[in-house]
């Protein structure tokens, strides 16, 4: 199970992209998941952003509020309610390959590890597999 943690604060513009993403990822059959977002007290339409993404997905989306500025509180806020054997942290600016939850997968049964890290490439960059 992996729980996957996005920390955001009044940037609900690129967090609709990112949680669109998520919507498109291919998911092994296998896996369940969860995406937490911790809004770090932001003061635009991010909660109404997420709320619409929970109403389609209730048993995948969750809100979190951290008022507590920063993004260590944010983390750690996300850390404590998730309920996956596996986090992936990812932010709200960012687009996610629709393979990203295979490519874990993959590194922790392949792997005697405890974490794994991915590149990070600009925008710009297209990505191919």
Same mark, same amino acid.
């Given at each position: 199970?992996?729980?996957?943690?996005?920390?955001?604060?009044?940037?609900?513009?690129k967090?609709?992209?990112?949680?669109?993403y998520?919507?498109?990822?291919i998911? @092994?059959?296998?896996? /369940? +998941?969860?995406?937490?977002?911790v809004?770090?007290? &932001?003061?635009?339409?991010?909660? !109404? *952003?997420?709320?619409?993404?929970?109403?389609?997905? @209730?048993?995948?989306f /969750? +809100?979190?509020?951290?008022?507590?500025?920063?993004? &260590?509180?944010?983390?750690?806020? !996300? *850390?404590?309610?998730?309920?996956?054997?596996?986090?992936a942290?990812?932010d709200?600016?960012?687009?996610?390959?629709?393979?990203?939850?295979?490519?874990?997968?993959?590194?922790?049964?392949?792997?005697?590890?405890?974490?794994?890290g991915?590149?990070?490439?600009?925008?710009?960059?297209?990505?191919?597999?």
């Amino acid at each position: 199970d992996i729980s996957i943690i996005i920390c955001t604060f009044n940037r609900y513009v690129k967090l609709k992209k990112v949680l669109n993403y998520i919507n498109e990822l291919i998911v @092994p059959d296998e896996l /369940k +998941y969860e995406v937490i977002i911790v809004d770090n007290n &932001s003061n635009d339409k991010t909660k !109404g *952003i997420v709320e619409r993404f929970i109403k389609k997905k @209730p048993q995948i989306f /969750k +809100y979190l509020f951290e008022q507590k500025q920063g993004k &260590s509180y944010a983390l750690n806020s !996300g *850390i404590k309610n998730a309920h996956g054997e596996i986090i992936a942290f990812t932010d709200d600016d960012v687009r996610i390959d629709r393979k990203w939850l295979f490519v874990i997968m993959d590194a922790f049964k392949r792997y005697d590890c405890i974490g794994v890290g991915g590149k990070i490439l600009p925008m710009a960059c297209p990505v191919t597999n």
